[in-house]
């Protein structure tokens, strides 16, 4: 028996020819790609790395980093549950019902502003900064102290609609007034317009402080007959001059009547009249209580010789109506002394003036009967009466002869513009106006709340030269 000194083989496994060498060959193959993988595993390493350092991997809700950008929030109290508020924030805006909203903003400065409707706000306005990390503002609303915004029209046709837009708010109404409640303190544009009219002013700012502000719009119809005082007087003046008239009328009047009506003239035989047996006085076009007017009669005193002068504008014509004269007609001395000053207020601004006091009477009544009178200044026995405009709304007809009206009567200093008197009442539609009731003329001029409109005079002494208060008494 021999023994082999060579190697001993694996038993039942054949040793297989060029092991070795086989093995040497693949490790050299593996090599390169394990090295290949390790690189692409530091790549991924540094680039994940990058990623979380500049905050794009594995983000922090708790500090509102936003790849650079951070939260902004607000946050209120003081609103009840479910109440809206807005915040603006660099431009952007944002509402909500809930008592936090939250911005994106990178670092900077931001203005911002904060309102709430019928609420104030603590600090309504401000800026914030932000600067490498989520900020806030905390606001507080308040119950806000609200006013009531009026817009008054005049000029309009009864039942005319009209529109007011008043802080991005449009609102119509067929009455005299338009309404915006719960306006808070501040400055807000407004525009006014109506179908067929223009607007005086048309556009505007109104301020709220403190108190509850009206604003006046006067409409003037593009094709309407009706004028105001300072319209009708200039075309009133050209025809009286060619009468003998030098100075200004010493009474002007406007009558508003809901339909056309006649009136009888009657002068004692003292007097000579070289008018018409009586007056017509035509339908309004405007509103009663506006101060315009399609009919306007004129009163000129002259000197020399003695007498009157009566010009009618009638839906912005004026014509010569009749002169009164006579050296018999010794009440035309009572006008010697009435004179009107150059600057009076115009009749828009007269009723104006006293619309607040007659704003429950316009409400009540749409539709009335008016006379808008300016009397010159009379200086007489040592009083004087400053030249003054009378005001008068009736719901009583100026021809009725029963029954009882609601009044409204004002008197305004012609020349400050300052509201002298003024009331509202009921009473008898004949005794209102006496002229209607009897076949007798009662009065040189009964008008406002002593007479109806007419020329004429029973006798001097007796009636009325001009119905005011203070000019009865003189004839």
């Avoid at 603590?122 to 990390?133: D, E």
Wanted: glycine fraction near 10%; charged fraction near 5%; hydrophobic fraction near 35%.
């Amino acid at each position: 028996m021999s023994i082999s000194t060579g190697p001993v083989p694996r038993r039942g496994l054949p040793t297989p020819s060029g092991h070795r060498r086989s093995f040497r060959s693949d490790r050299r193959g593996i090599a390169p790609v394990v090295i290949a993988i390790v690189v692409v595993v530091v790549a991924v390493v540094a680039v994940v790395g990058g990623l979380i350092a500049t905050g794009y991997l594995f983000k922090s809700s708790g500090g509102g980093n936003h790849g650079g950008m951070y939260n902004v929030t607000f946050a209120e109290t003081g609103l009840p549950s479910g109440t809206g508020w807005s915040v603006s924030l660099g431009g952007s805006s944002m509402s909500s019902t809930g008592s936090t909203m939250v911005f994106t903003r990178a670092n900077g400065s931001y203005p911002f502003s904060v309102t709430a409707v019928g609420y104030a706000a603590t600090p309504s306005a401000g800026t914030i900064a932000v600067s490498g990390a989520a900020t806030g503002q905390s606001i507080v609303f308040v119950k806000a102290t609200t006013y009531t915004v009026t817009f008054r029209e005049t000029g309009l046709s009864p039942g005319a609609s009209w529109s007011v837009t008043f802080h991005s708010a449009t609102q119509s109404s067929t009455t005299t007034t338009n309404v915006f409640p719960g306006v808070t303190n501040g400055t807000y544009a407004f525009s006014a317009s109506a179908s067929g009219y223009t607007a005086n002013p048309a556009s505007g700012s109104i301020v709220v402080a403190g108190s509850d502000p009206t604003q006046a719009v006067a409409f003037t119809g593009s094709s309407s007959s009706s004028v105001p005082y300072s319209q009708a007087e200039t075309t009133a003046d050209s025809i009286a001059s060619q009468h003998g008239a030098t100075s200004r009328a010493i009474l002007a009047v406007a009558i508003n009547t809901a339909s056309s009506f006649s009136n009888a003239t009657g002068f004692p035989s003292e007097c000579s009249w070289s008018g018409p047996s009586s007056i017509t006085f035509p339908a309004a076009s405007s509103s009663y209580y506006s101060g315009l007017s399609s009919g306007w009669y004129f009163y000129f005193y002259v000197a020399s010789p003695v007498s009157l002068v009566v010009v009618s504008v009638d839906s912005g014509s004026g014509s010569y109506v009749g002169t009164l004269s006579g050296s018999g007609c010794t009440f035309l001395q009572y006008f010697a002394d009435v004179s009107t000053p150059s600057t009076v207020i115009d009749s828009t601004a007269a009723t104006q003036a006293v619309s607040s006091n007659a704003s429950s009477f316009i409400l009540a009544h749409p539709v009335a009967n008016s006379t808008v009178a300016l009397i010159g200044t009379t200086s007489i026995f040592g009083y004087t009466v400053w030249a003054t405009w009378n005001i008068t709304y009736s719901t009583c007809d100026f021809h009725a002869t029963a029954g009882t009206g609601d009044f409204f009567v004002g008197e305004v200093n012609a020349t400050s513009g300052q509201v002298i008197y003024s009331s509202t009442y009921t009473q008898s539609c004949s005794s209102a106006y006496p002229a209607a009731a009897s076949p007798a003329p009662p009065g040189f001029l009964a008008l406002s709340s002593h007479g109806a409109p007419r020329l004429g005079t029973s006798s001097p002494g007796a009636g009325y030269a001009i119905s005011t208060p203070e000019l009865a008494r003189l004839v």
